[in-house]
């Protein structure tokens, strides 16, 4: 064991169990660390794990809290006893975006997990791999006359669009035009901006109350609903039946437009925005450490050479896909999620209240120095060996855990990859000089003020 484990360990022991109580960092009257989680809520858990053990106890704002640092103890809310808990009361402000599988519990969750599972299973990803490569291509070919121009992109913003347009064509069999895309993703951005800081905030006002915030988002939700309406029109009037996600849902939810509208619209959202950021995470990433981009175009150009990858190729791509794993692990895309304990429970040394909840936060977690080696270090190679980190045991949660783990993992490795080896093949991307990146935790993991980046084509 090493010297920082051993202090890491004794630190836990002195404050939590030796006490025989969980640890409890100072609050404010009434609002307890209400204000230091909005003020920088990453730093702030970060802080949590490092200083306070497995088991942290925070009062936020009169609820409480109780911060799982632990795999063990993790693995016990998502899975080992997942039944005992339900999606916390945190995730409220997401509802009226939509009640679909982000949000939904009990038999409609069943439901609506079983009617959407057929798309997402291994065999379906080779179908669909020429698509995303078609997509990505289209893409990459206006970055050329971008690069040539000097001309700096958002890839954090292009990436939105990308994804988008993937999952508009392979999961709804609707393409879309470049202005649709950029509609949707700006309605997307402001319903997650307005549903995040009504998650943290102590008090807010009822959506009816026609606030700025909230007049953006009936705005937001208003262009939502109008794409659902023309996507559900277009495949009704086509009279096609691709077998795609979108015929999945129809078949199961024909007979309940409120639900039909609210499964599309999250598949939606999570379909295209937790891939994005991801991807503008891991060009970041690459551009700060360009041997690793280097060692994606060699595997690519040698794997896939000029042809359109397929599934078999995709396997090849060992170095691509721990490079898009290591940026998940530094920046996951779904920061931290929570749980509501539905009846008492010993978590550790934590006796749960029924109602109180359950936080994990992968962020912190990803970056826990007892967890992984130089935890801040950008290091691929961990995923090509393994180096001792057993992702089963659940100290790597990109896409959750348990039963409630993501649908769509599969789906955005393979999206992920193609985009990566494709790009890396043509394009070298450089941050511009002086800007500044620093990750906003919304509901996804963005960059606060994009990612200007510039494409330089390779010779």
């Given at each position: 064991?090493?010297?920082?484990?051993?202090?890491?360990?004794?630190?836990?022991?002195?404050?939590?169990?030796?006490?025989?109580?969980?640890?409890?960092?100072?609050g404010?009257?009434?609002?307890?660390?209400?204000?230091?989680?909005?003020r920088?809520?990453l730093?702030?858990?970060?802080?949590?794990?490092?200083?306070?053990?497995?088991v942290?106890?925070?009062?936020?704002?009169?609820?409480?809290?109780?911060?799982?640092?632990?795999?063990?103890?993790?693995?016990?809310?998502?899975q080992?006893n997942?039944?005992?808990?339900?999606?916390?009361?945190?995730?409220?402000?997401?509802?009226?975006?939509?009640?679909?599988?982000?949000?939904?519990?009990?038999?409609?969750?069943?439901?609506?997990?079983?009617?959407?599972?057929?798309?997402?299973?291994?065999?379906?990803?080779?179908?669909?791999c020429?698509?995303?490569?078609?997509?990505?291509?289209?893409?990459?070919?206006?970055?050329?006359?971008?690069?040539?121009?000097?001309?700096?992109?958002?890839?954090?913003?292009?990436?939105?669009?990308?994804?988008?347009?993937?999952?508009?064509?392979?999961?709804?069999?609707?393409?879309?035009?470049?202005?649709?895309?950029?509609?949707?993703?700006?309605?997307?951005?402001?319903?997650?901006?307005?549903?995040?800081?009504?998650?943290?905030?102590?008090?807010?006002?009822?959506?009816?109350?026609?606030?700025p915030?909230?007049?953006?988002?009936a705005?937001?939700?208003?262009?939502?609903?109008?794409?659902?309406?023309?996507i559900?029109?277009?495949r009704?009037?086509?009279?096609?039946?691709?077998?795609?996600?979108?015929?999945?849902?129809i078949?199961?939810?024909?007979?309940?437009?409120?639900?039909?509208?609210?499964?599309?619209?999250?598949?939606?959202?999570?379909?295209?925005?937790?891939?994005?950021?991801?991807?503008?995470?891991?060009?970041?990433?690459?551009?700060?450490?360009?041997?690793?981009?280097?060692?994606v175009?060699?595997?690519?150009?040698?794997?896939?050479?000029?042809?359109?990858?397929?599934?078999?190729?995709?396997?090849?791509?060992?170095?691509?896909?721990?490079?898009?794993?290591?940026?998940?692990?530094?920046?996951p895309?779904?920061w931290?999620?929570s749980?509501?304990?539905?009846?008492?429970?010993?978590?550790?040394?934590?006796?749960?209240?029924?109602?109180?909840?359950?936080?994990?936060?992968?962020?912190?977690?990803?970056?826990?120095?007892?967890?992984?080696?130089?935890?801040?270090?950008?290091?691929?190679?961990?995923?090509?060996?393994?180096?001792?980190?057993?992702r089963?045991?659940?100290?790597?949660?990109?896409?959750?855990?348990?039963?409630?783990?993501?649908?769509?993992?599969?789906f955005?490795?393979?999206?992920?990859?193609?985009?990566?080896?494709?790009?890396?093949?043509?394009?070298?991307?450089?941050?511009?000089?002086?800007?500044?990146?620093?990750?906003?935790?919304?509901?996804?993991?963005?960059?606060?003020?994009?990612?200007?980046?510039?494409?330089?084509?390779v010779?």
């Amino acid at each position: 064991m090493r010297m920082a484990d051993m202090a890491v360990d004794t630190a836990d022991e002195v404050i939590g169990e030796a006490s025989g109580r969980p640890a409890s960092p100072p609050g404010y009257p009434l609002l307890g660390v209400a204000p230091q989680i909005r003020r920088d809520p990453l730093g702030f858990f970060v802080k949590m794990a490092r200083e306070y053990g497995d088991v942290v106890d925070l009062n936020v704002a009169g609820k409480r809290m109780v911060l799982a640092n632990e795999p063990t103890l993790i693995r016990q809310v998502l899975q080992a006893n997942a039944g005992n808990y339900r999606k916390s009361k945190f995730y409220g402000p997401l509802k009226p975006i939509g009640t679909g599988l982000l949000t939904s519990e009990g038999e409609q969750w069943v439901e609506q997990r079983k009617a959407a599972a057929p798309a997402f299973k291994g065999s379906e990803m080779g179908k669909i791999c020429a698509a995303m490569a078609d997509e990505a291509d289209t893409t990459l070919a206006g970055w050329a006359a971008r690069g040539q121009a000097d001309e700096p992109l958002d890839v954090a913003r292009e990436m939105m669009r990308l994804a988008l347009r993937i999952a508009m064509r392979t999961l709804f069999g609707s393409p879309l035009r470049e202005d649709t895309a950029s509609k949707v993703s700006d309605a997307l951005a402001v319903a997650l901006r307005h549903a995040e800081e009504r998650i943290w905030s102590v008090a807010s006002p009822p959506l009816w109350v026609p606030t700025p915030g909230n007049r953006a988002f009936a705005r937001a939700i208003t262009q939502l609903d109008e794409v659902f309406e023309d996507i559900i029109s277009a495949r009704k009037s086509s009279g096609e039946r691709p077998g795609d996600l979108l015929d999945l849902l129809i078949d199961a939810f024909d007979d309940d437009r409120p639900q039909l509208r609210d499964m599309v619209v999250s598949m939606l959202v999570t379909g295209h925005e937790t891939t994005a950021v991801s991807l503008a995470w891991a060009f970041y990433l690459l551009s700060r450490n360009p041997e690793w981009a280097e060692a994606v175009r060699s595997e690519a150009n040698e794997v896939l050479g000029s042809d359109t990858p397929d599934i078999q190729a995709l396997r090849g791509l060992r170095v691509t896909r721990a490079v898009f794993e290591e940026a998940m692990r530094l920046y996951p895309p779904v920061w931290t999620f929570s749980r509501d304990a539905l009846s008492p429970e010993r978590l550790g040394n934590v006796e749960l209240r029924k109602g109180d909840t359950v936080m994990v936060c992968a962020y912190s977690l990803h970056r826990h120095p007892r967890l992984w080696e130089s935890p801040e270090t950008f290091m691929p190679q961990r995923f090509l060996n393994n180096e001792g980190q057993n992702r089963t045991n659940y100290n790597y949660l990109p896409f959750g855990g348990g039963p409630r783990s993501c649908i769509g993992n599969r789906f955005a490795m393979t999206e992920a990859t193609i985009i990566l080896a494709k790009t890396l093949q043509r394009f070298d991307l450089d941050l511009v000089d002086g800007h500044a990146v620093e990750p906003e935790p919304m509901i996804t993991l963005r960059p606060r003020f994009g990612m200007l980046m510039r494409p330089r084509a390779v010779a």
